[in-house]
């Protein structure tokens, strides 16, 4: 799933990205994440990125780049810090859908799992990091599968960091800010993180991501 930036050629003019569709039904990852959820996850938190972004560069020299493009550019930018913060939510939101699919979990493509085993001794182990980088995260922010070029690491961002400012390549992300967990877990953040890890985590995704 993407954000579609639907602007013309034209200097200046309206160039508004728009909310995609979800890669699945809003009850498609249920019991582990609620329809009611992922309406308000996914139908008000990142619609509102969207609106916000298209609100910031409307008129501006952002107005018909590409969604990384803007955020790399911004990026480190004080001045810009609300183009950068709504641009960069709704690229880790696009990723954070695509991370999870139903039935999801289990064991990893044979070739990801050789890396994963190769850079954090098992699956198991990786998934540990995981949580524990997820669980421990203060505040807002994402956990992050990431690739350095040689091994797999995870690590985790605060408020819209992402791994992309940091010169990694993300495989899949964990979205740890409440609004992600709170109406089915309330303050049980390990809970969610580790059903979501066993049930509903898209190695498949990672997969294809290492792979590009």
């Not at 909310?19 to 509102?48: Q, V, W």
């Not at 967990?181 to 509903?200: E, H, M």
């Amino acid at each position: 799933m993407t954000v579609v930036n639907n602007s013309s050629t034209v200097p200046g003019a309206a160039a508004p990205f728009t909310l995609s569709p979800l890669p699945y039904a809003d009850n498609a990852l249920e019991p582990i994440i609620s329809a009611n959820t992922l309406g308000f996850h996914y139908g008000k938190h990142h619609r509102t990125y969207v609106d916000n972004l298209n609100k910031f560069i409307a008129g501006t020299e952002f107005a018909n780049l590409p969604l990384e493009k803007i955020i790399t550019t911004v990026a480190g930018q004080p001045e810009k810090v609300a183009v950068f913060n709504n641009a960069a939510q709704i690229w880790n939101h696009n990723f954070y859908w695509k991370s999870l699919t139903p039935k999801g979990g289990g064991e990893p493509p044979a070739a990801l799992k050789q890396r994963i085993e190769v850079s954090f001794g098992s699956v198991d182990a990786c998934k540990k990091e995981l949580a524990s980088a997820a669980v421990s995260q203060f505040g807002s922010g994402w956990a992050w599968l990431v690739f350095d070029g040689i091994l797999l690491k995870v690590i985790k961002t605060a408020n819209a960091g992402l791994p992309q400012t940091m010169g990694l390549k993300p495989l899949l992300t964990i979205d740890v800010w409440e609004h992600a967990y709170y109406l089915d877990y309330q303050n049980r953040r390990a809970d969610y993180v580790n059903a979501l890890l066993d049930k509903l985590i898209n190695w498949e995704f990672a997969f294809q991501n290492i792979s590009e």
